[in-house]
């Protein structure tokens, strides 16, 4: 019997998932342009991608995606949370729908809303020459040296109200004899913070982490939809470089080869994020 | 007892995240009602309201957005309905039964939780078109499904785990198979946490850009993402009316999903769901 229940979603599961997983490493050893025979051709496809910059520079985007649309949501997620759980909040509902909403765009729909936001013309910019002067207008997603963190901001758009949904959702498991006990004791807003909230909330912060990380080093309908992995190179991802290595340049097997670093990637990532914040 | 002065810092601080969270739609939504043909800049509040950005983002033949939307439904909604399906029975199985090898095979669908698209669309795609299936649904709805088994069981189990035991006894010695038992005893009362697992799934497929470019190239049968990526590589990509107008048209059923369902399940269960 249960071997029938899980069988349908097994099959599913293996043919779509696991199978091409296989073989995608299988492929990251072949020399194949889809036509002509496969070669065998050992680790040549690692080589020629780790000593090709280009490669260190997507991952180099890769971490800064990181930092922008992991580390900094949390971090301001908890600075939130940690404001918030000690009072009693009117209208607590509507925030949470107000911040999740990001959550639920698709990306490219959200990359065609900050182009214009970031837009020569474009409302940000109307702001800085209103405040600063037309010397300090920029072509954000056009600007060599901004693009990046321009983009960046964009995925902490994204992800943020996510992360603030997961932790204040773990805050209401919190019992509140805890938070007066603590403030029995004495203990001001930080001491309150660290000793009630942030343990109570490890569960969902290691979840958050791992789902936003996982995202981060992934992301490619950002950059694809808002910049296409430009100024030159400077915010092409893993994912836009495997993409258009296979599907548009024909190279499979360094793409393929990208493909099981970055997965390695995330594995590692997500190993680290489970051993820092253990849940129970 | 909390003081006033500690009330108004939260209420300042949610605020302007809020703000933040908000203002990209309202300056998406503003700039789309400007007729296609005016200039417009900074927060572009038009002078005359227009639906013109939005008429002619929806009749632009190329793009083909309606169609698109109708692709998208029909995809989100059977590979929602059948992981969904295959998600009570996997979800069943590893949440109240003990058998041999469920300590590996659970770990293993997990496991599926952070394998990214990116490990698995280039074989997917070389496989589709030795079957001559690029460009056909099933390139998009198999994989998607196979996509969410990991989520989907990881959901369930924890659900069915969750689940009193007693309850699932009373059932078993009113002689009860486990068959009925899943369907008249269980699952009408998990209406929630299924609704929840439908939403992400339903949001997931819906925005799932990459597979959408890689299989599909014939203009009929794109996805919404990949027809509003087509779109932006257009000449008048930089016409940001219509290029919003459309993002708008698109962004809306996902949304009017989420607010309607949130209403019903609080957006609590849609954040619990993706305890991932």
Redesign the interface.
Known sequence: ???L??L???V??A???????V??V??SFLEWD?LSPQVFVGLDNYVQVLSDPNTWTSLRVSLVFVLFSCLLPVA?AL??VG??A????RGL?F????????Y??????????????Y?Q???LN?IIRAVFGEEFVRPFLGDADLALPALGIVGL?AT???V???L??GT?HIQKELYEAARMDGAG?VREFFTVTLPGIR??LR?SL??TL?LA??V??LP??ATQGGPGYATTT??LQ??RD??INGQ?GP??AI??L??IV??VG?ALVNRLVRSE | M?SRR??T???V??LL??A??????I??TL?AFNAPDVA?????IPREWSLDSFISAWNNPDAGIGRSLLNSILLSVSVVVVSVF??I??G???GT?R?FG?KL?FP??IL?L??????????????FRTLNLTDTYWSMI??C???S??F??FWMTSFFKSFPKELLEAARTDGSN?WHTLWRVIVPTAASPIFALATILF?WT??N??LA??MITQPELRM??AA??YF?GLQYGSN?QI??A??IM??LP??II??VL?RRY???V???S???
């Not at chain 2, 417009?40 to 572009?44: I, R």
Request: proline content about 6%; glycine content about 6%.
């Open positions: 019997m249960p071997y229940l899980i349908p979603g097994f599913f599961y043919l779509f998932v696991l199978v091409p997983i073989d995608t299988r492929l889809g301001a600075l939130l404001v918030i000690r009072t009693k909040i509902s925030f949470r729908f107000v911040f999740f909403l990001p639920t765009i698709a990306l490219a729909v959200v990359a065609i809303a900050w182009r214009w936001l837009a013309d474009g409302s109307a758009w943020f109200g996510f603030v949904v997961m204040l959702s209401q807003p569960h969902e979840v791992v789902m996982t080093l992934r490619f309908d694809l939809m893993p994912s495997m993409y296979v599907f499979i793409g393929s493909a099981v970055l997965t995330i594995f997500v | 909390v500690s009330q810092m939260s209420y601080v949610l995240f809020a933040f969270a908000i203002y990209p739609f300056s998406t700039v417009v800049s900074g927060l572009a295959f998600s029975l996997t069943y199985a590893f039964m058998f469920s095979l293993l669908f599926g952070i394998v990214p698209y990116e490990a698995t669309v280039i074989p997917l795609y070389y496989q198999l994989p499904i196979g996509g088994m990991a989907g069981t486990r949001i819906w925005n850009l990459l470019v890689v919404v993402p509003l990526n932006v940001y290029t919003c459309a993002a698109v962004a996902v949304m989420y607010y949130q609080g957006a609590d849609l954040a619990g993706l305890k991932g």
